[in-house]
């Protein structure tokens, strides 16, 4: 167990839909990454945070949009949703450098499944 | 440029043997660390062995451990003594920077290990 939670495990809806993803980082994490995982695909950088504040952004499209809370806890947001936006959608978090490697650690993933 | 290339789609090696997968990186930052992470065809992903740019010796985790030649921007994953259970996908990563306050981490397209028994 990473610590990382994400939820909902499994999704499915239709074109057109909106839904949103949840992520709970590790305790004392502050850094929180959005990846998209098409299938057989690898990992597609989405978008960054820390304590609150966007920090960088990778290929996520203008119809998906993220936030990061006070508590710490992040939501992805996905609407007008698409058939090619099926994925498995991956949470993580890292903690500051000097508290380890900083490696990322990753929830189980959302994947969403677009009919 | 990638900042992260896997030129291996995919590997086979017989069980119990040795198998390297690839991996080279592309920064000007003197300040990194490089990552391996194993996802199983249960998806999640597994955090497997780090090395860090300033670090003199090869980093070593049970069976597996990494070839890091600083000067070919290199970090091949060499797993030892292959199992079944090794079959999966690889991701070679790297953490740009010694930020505090959130740094960007770049991921390989991945190589799919087969373990043949």
């Known amino acids: 167990d990473s610590g990382v939670t994400q939820t909902p495990k499994h999704l499915i809806t239709a074109t057109g839909q909106r839904v949103t993803l949840r992520c709970s980082p590790r305790s004392g994490d502050l850094s929180v990454y959005w990846y998209q995982q098409s299938l057989d695909q690898g990992l597609q950088f989405l978008i960054q945070?820390?304590?609150?504040?966007?920090?960088a952004k990778g290929n996520i499209l203008e119809r998906f949009s993220a936030q990061q809370f006070p508590d710490l806890h992040s939501e992805l947001n996905l609407s007008s949703l698409e058939l090619g936006d099926s994925a498995l959608y991956f949470c993580?978090?890292?903690?500051?450098?000097?508290?380890?490697?900083?490696?990322?650690?990753f929830g189980e993933g959302s994947r969403l499944t677009v009919l | 440029a990638q900042k992260i290339t896997q030129t291996q789609p995919g590997m086979f090696v017989q069980e119990k043997e040795a198998v390297t997968l690839d991996c080279t990186y592309d920064t000007s930052d003197p300040s990194y660390g490089l990552f391996w992470y194993k996802q199983p065809s249960s998806g999640e992903m597994i955090f497997l062995i780090y090395q860090g740019s300033y670090d003199q010796q090869n980093a070593t985790e049970g069976r597996y451990s990494l070839n890091f030649q600083k000067a070919r921007k290199s970090a091949n994953l060499v797993i030892s003594a292959s199992q079944l259970g090794d079959s999966a996908m690889y991701f070679c990563?790297?953490?740009?920077?010694?930020?505090?306050?959130?740094?960007?981490?770049?991921f390989g397209t991945g190589t799919s290990l087969t373990v043949i028994p």
């Open positions: 990563a790297m953490r740009e920077g010694l930020s505090n306050t959130g740094n960007q981490f770049y």
């Open positions: 993580a978090s890292s903690p500051r450098r000097t508290s380890g490697l900083g490696e990322l650690f």
């Open positions: 945070y820390y304590n609150g504040e966007e920090r």
